[in-house]
T-cell receptor
Framework: ETGVTQSPTHLIKTRGQQVTLRCSSQ?????VSWYQQALGQGPQFIFQ???????GRGNFPPRFSGLQFPNYSSELNVNALELDDSALYLC????????????FGSGTRLTVV | LAKTTQPISMDSYEGQEVNITCSHN???????ITWYQQFPSQGPRFIIQ???TKVTNEVASLFIPADRKSSTLSLPRVSLSDTAVYYC????????????FGTGTRLQVFP
């Protein structure tokens, strides 16, 4: 079975621009969560999608938005990028059983200049 | 969601057993305890999960006392490749299953 894949792996954007990050969930998983991890910190929960519906949101502004598609892949969109948005963005997928926790991708390293 | 407290860092040597304790005084009845491992520039990797007593897999053991207010991740005979950050999380996996990470424990293994 394939794991969670994220694209791109690295990205450099200018302040004020918009960015879209993509995530393919692990086969058989219907839930996708997005996390932001600043250097030296633990991952911070952005939001979760379950069967194409948002299923919980962390303390992030509305310029962070997402989508989940019928094949359970997902996108994270960030508008009006700020310098503090520079971070590792992680996608995690899970199934209804949660028997083996969440499976994380390797992340997208976003740098805003 | 229950908050967790872990040591910021720990040092060990190859071949030793490492025990990382996590405090979760406000754990709820439906909460499970899960540990993740993270290497630099990679996503966290699931290690082990438990509800009570002891759980063991091929990687680690998880000890949970009867009051469930703490848990201990035990890594037998660590190697250099076990150098990583270890996160303890608690949550209701059937309801509010959005993982809340703390700052984790940075384990450094020396030769």
């Amino acid at each position: 079975e394939t794991g969670v894949t994220q694209s791109p792996t690295h990205l450099i954007k200018t302040r004020g621009q918009q960015v879209t990050l993509r995530c393919s969930s692990q086969s058989g998983h219907n839930t996708v969560s997005w996390y932001q991890q600043a250097l030296g910190q633990g991952p911070q929960f952005i939001f979760q999608y379950y069967r194409e519906e948002e299923n919980g949101r962390g303390n992030f502004p509305p310029r962070f938005s997402g989508l989940q598609f019928p094949n359970y892949s997902s996108e994270l969109n960030v508008n009006a990028l700020e310098l503090d948005d520079s971070a590792l963005y992680l996608c995690a997928s899970s199934s209804d059983s949660h028997a083996y926790g969440y499976t994380f991708g390797s992340g997208t390293r976003l740098t805003v200049v | 969601l229950a908050k967790t407290t872990q040591p910021i860092s720990m040092d060990s040597y190859e071949g030793q057993e490492v025990n990382i304790t996590c405090s979760h005084n406000n754990i709820a009845t439906n909460d499970y305890i899960t540990w993740y491992q993270q290497f630099p520039s990679q996503g966290p990797r699931f290690i082990i999960q438990g509800y009570k007593t002891k759980v063991t897999n091929e990687v680690a053991s998880l000890f949970i006392p009867a009051d469930r207010k703490s848990s201990t991740l035990s890594l037998p005979r660590v190697s250099l490749s076990d150098t990583a950050v270890y996160y303890c999380l608690v949550g209701d996996m059937d309801n509010t299953d959005k993982l809340i990470f703390g700052t984790g424990t940075r384990l450094q293994v020396f030769p």
